[in-house]
Every structure is written in structure tokens, then in C-alpha cells.
């Protein structure tokens, strides 16, 4: 996600608060969003990556929890870890949690606050070369010390400790705990910027990674670190107090062994593994979701701003459309059907430059809107909303709209089987859809200007695919 963009939010949370302004993030959300009206329990809900500001009443949090509740929102109780007290952090959070489980709201847990830190910029988790001097890999953030992923075991403890406390009193107070999630990014073992360059400098990295020359190599060693120290530290504990609890983090799920976007903190490294398609680099793609036993996919579906220049498609919007179904089609394809996929969206350009070029064509609402149908005919369940708060607005409409119509087709979503996995390799006709006996639920997106009826096999049978926007379903003859 993005970090500076997220200390923005809270400075218009704080100018909301101290301006004493009524609107705050869960009344757009509330204004920008309609009740459902087809009931259906066994859907996931919609998750907006927000919480309940903290100056708000228990009479108004009420009301707050019973709108979200008819709009199937949900929305997270962060966990933080306070300068002082702990319990008193707690004690905020299971005030908030109590409510939920007295309204029957699903408690679930923003809990990236109290699971950072692994690299605290210590001394005794840095890099050591061979003279015997410490040093850290600023290639991340400025405002990370990256070190060395051998010398931070210790720091496992200290976490663990920090999010049992949380987990006991959750326990001892007799609340469920159904969604765990986290937005773990910089920190702990990672392989890109200049990870690679400071590891083959360092001798205690060098004596724990074999073939440390090979990049692929490399790769693997600090992916898999990284996934064990997830499942030792975040899942195993989460799920020794809740068994049943459904536990992930951003951008980690399961794949065809490529990535097709870069997060905002990422640079290339020359030497890893890659498939080119115009300027896009896929980048080879450890399995982190197998190993760190998370059961919720969480993958990321942003327009990054890069795509627009990475592509050179004619019909623009296919820059957008085509990378994010490639990744949609990956993580579709390769999750087993036990894994619910919980994907985090977000429409409108993000890490947009200052200065856009003249020919620039952002993913217009329609299109979006498509991509979204897409998402739900390639296996996703459901969407967490990630937003700066000048955005939210629209973005919440546009997805809640589609989220409530595909009510509409439950059966399908619930029961179907994905059927269409083509990615055009250029802007054509790109079909998604869910196949339930002998029903085919559609969607069809069109990038070029001539369109035409497409005749796709379904069970040895032709089918022909009318021009319709919208979902729409047809029968398998
Ligand atoms: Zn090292």
C-alpha cells in the first residue's frame, strides 16, 4: 500500500476531528452506499481498509455498525501499539469489539500496526561485512533500516508477545476473532531494490545462502524466510487462540510463479528472472502463500500509474486492463477453492506523478466496473476497499454497486465454475464467466472498435457470445 499516502489520512482524520467537522470516513461511506436487499449469509462481506474513528459515541458506533451491516461493509478494528500501556490499546479496541460482537458484526482485525518492526534499526539485526562492521539497506524507504534477514530471530519473540497480549484479552472477553489480516510490506526478508547487492556483501548472509550468486537462489532462501517467519509468528499465534480464524496479508497469495505489477517501493534488479511484454517486467514469483499458511489470497488490483507507460497499446485503457487481468487470472487460476479470495482494489490512478502527459487515459468508471465482474467470474468472493480519503467517496460507490448487483447472481458466485482464462495478448474481446450446469454467467469487455459476436467451446459445444455490457447469462444448447 502506500505510506505516504496513508499519513495523509490520518492528517484529514485528525483536521476532522480537531475541526470538528460531523463527516468522517464511515459516514461517506455510509452516504456513498445503499442498503442490499437480497439477504445471503453465505457471501463474504464487502471490507473497507478503515475503522470506526475513536471520538464517536457507543450510541453512534451503533448506528454506524447497523447501516454497514444492511450494506454487507465491513470495516477493521486496528490494532496499535500505544507509546504507553498496551492495555489501555486493548481495551479501546475490545470496547469497539464487544459492540460488533453484540450487533453480530464480524470482528476483524487491521492488526499491521502491532506486527512491524522486525527490522527495528537495532545494531544486532544489520548486516555485518567482512570487517566486522554493521550496515543497513536504505534502498526500501529512508526511514527503514533494512538488515540482515539471519539476525532477526530474536525479534519474533518480542512480536509474538506484543500480539498475544491482544489475543488473549480478545479470548478471555469471549470474542471471535473472524478476519486477521495485516498490510506487512517493508520490513523483515525481501528480495528486491538492493537486497541482493547487500547480501553478497554480508558475511552472515553469505554463509546461510548457498548459491547466493544465482538470483533465482537467492530468491527463494529470503522468500521462504520470510513466509516461515509469517506463519511462525503471525498465523500460528493468531490461530492458537482462534483455530477458525481466517488470517492474511496484502499482495500475498497463490500464483502461477509470476507477478505482473510492482508495489510503489520496488525497483528492479538486474539478474532476476523476467518475461517482457512491451517495457512490463513479469517478475519470477515465489509460492510466500503456501508457506505461510494464510488462508485468506489477498492479491492487489491498483491501476498503478506505471502501467500506463509500461504498455503501448493504441486503445489505452487496455494498459490498465491488460496486466491487472493477467495478475486477476494467476491468482483465479491457481487458488484452491477452500482459500476465499479477498482481492484489494482501487480504481482511480494511484501513485499518479504531478504532472500527467496530455495523452494520458486513465481507466474510465465503465471499464472498471467490467474489471470488477471480471475479477468475480475468475473465482474472486469479495474486495477490500484500500482508498486515500479524497477518493473514497467514489471509489466505495463504484465497487459497492457492483458488489450489491452481483447479489443478484449468488448462486453463481457461490457455486460456479470459473470457464475462461484467455488473457488477448492484444486489445480485443476479453470474456469471463461462471458455468453452473448448463448456464453460463457472462461478462464481456470490448476494446475494439469492431466488435463481433464470439463463438467460444463450452463442454464440445459452441457457444456464441452476444454483445451485451453487463453480465448477462446465456444456456449451454
Ligand atoms: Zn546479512
Redesign the pocket.
Known sequence: MVKAWKSLILLFLLFFKNGNCAKNVIDIIIENTQPIKIKENRRLPLFVWVSIPLNVTEEELKLYLNQLIERNIVVFTKWYIPKEEIENEIKEAIKIDRIKKDLSFPVAIDATSIVYGFFDGSQETG??DEKGKVFFDMSFSPNVKMG????IEKRYYIIKERLEKFLKAYKDEGIEIKYWVVDWEIDGPIEWNSAWDN?KK?V??RKNIKDIENFDEFQKVIKRKRADLQREVFVNTVKKYFPDCLTGNYAVNPHDGYRYWWDYFEKEVEGATYQRKHNALFRRWFDEFKYSGYTIAMPVIYTWYRFFNDYNFEEKEYRWFYPLLKEATSVGKNTSENIPIISFVHWQTVVKPKQLPSDFVPLSREKYKELLWHLLFKGFDTFCLWSPLNEIAEEIKVLHEVYSESFKYNDFILKGEPVFWDVPEEADCVISGLKMKNKLLIIRSDFKKEKSVMKVKIDHKKIEIPIISGPFILEIK
Open positions: 548486516h555485518i540482515c534477514p539471519f539476525r547480501s554480508c552472515i548472509c
